[in-house]
T-cell receptor, first 110, second 114 residues
Framework: QKEVEQDPGPLSVPEGAIVSLNCTYS??????FMWYRQYSRKGPELLMY????GNKEDGRFTAQVDKSSKYISLFIRDSQPSDSATYLC??????????FGAGTRLTVKP | DGGITQSPKYLFRKEGQNVTLSCEQN?????MYWYRQDPGQGLRLIYY???????QKGDIAEGYSVSREKKESFPLTVTSAQKNPTAFYLC?????????????FGPGTRLTVL
């Protein structure tokens, strides 16, 4: 079993839809949770990060962490064609050991 | 402009050859990392360096080598011992290696072995 599981998709939604992206993990030592966005043939860029359980909102993006279920989510409201990208979840504990999900490829159709 | 640069963007290698991928940052970051990205898999850590003249193996270091002679540079050599080197290689840097220090990624180098 991988430490971080993420459905690779692809996921296709119409413009304006609410998108839900998810990851599950097995290592209870993870405390820092991140979402990266990666456009085709580019490097990932940090979108959101949260520490421990809870929600964090930034514009159209909301990140949720449920440590009891070992489950994290990223919600995108009013999705736009420019949101089309691969979304990677990542997590780490107190050391330098970052683990990434496989990435979910999202397409938002106009 | 501050950031991370990687070169070349595309690289073709014949079997049996060593190749070196360049990574340079002008963010004054202490820590630098090399990842490999394959379709359907998450980023996997090859090597990382927390300070100049020091580096540690990641999860998949076999067939790779690095050096960290300068703070701003962290080149990766893919040797002929790496059995399946075709992949997208990403370099990243962060202020430090501990706790939550955001990793900034370069644009990547796509390596293809012919």
């Amino acid at each position: 079993q991988k430490e971080v599981e993420q459905d690779p998709g692809p996921l296709s939604v119409p413009e304006g839809a609410i998108v839900s992206l998810n990851c599950t993990y097995s290592n209870s030592a993870f405390q820092y949770f991140m979402w990266y966005r990666q456009y085709s043939r580019k490097g990932p860029e940090l979108l959101m990060y949260t520490y421990s359980s809870g929600n964090k909102e930034d514009g159209r993006f909301t990140a949720q962490v449920d440590k009891s279920s070992k489950y994290i989510s990223l919600f995108i409201r009013d999705s736009q064609p420019s949101d089309s990208a691969t979304y990677l979840c990542a997590m780490k504990g107190n050391n330098n050991d970052m683990r990434f999900g496989a990435g979910t490829r999202l397409t938002v159709k106009p | 402009d501050g950031g991370i640069t990687q070169s070349p963007k595309y690289l073709f290698r014949k079997e049996g050859q060593n190749v070196t991928l360049s990574c340079e940052q002008n963010l004054n970051h202490d820590a630098m990392y090399w990842y490999r990205q394959d379709p359907g898999q998450g980023l996997r850590l090859i090597y990382y360096s927390q300070i100049v003249n020091d580096f540690q193996k990641g999860d998949i270091a076999e067939g790779y080598s690095v050096s960290r002679e300068k703070k701003e540079s962290f080149p990766l050599t893919v040797t002929s011992a790496q059995k399946n080197p075709t992949a997208f290689y990403l370099c990243a840097s962060s202020i430090g290696g501990g706790r939550l220090n955001e990793q900034f990624f370069g644009p990547g180098t796509r390596l293809t072995v012919l």
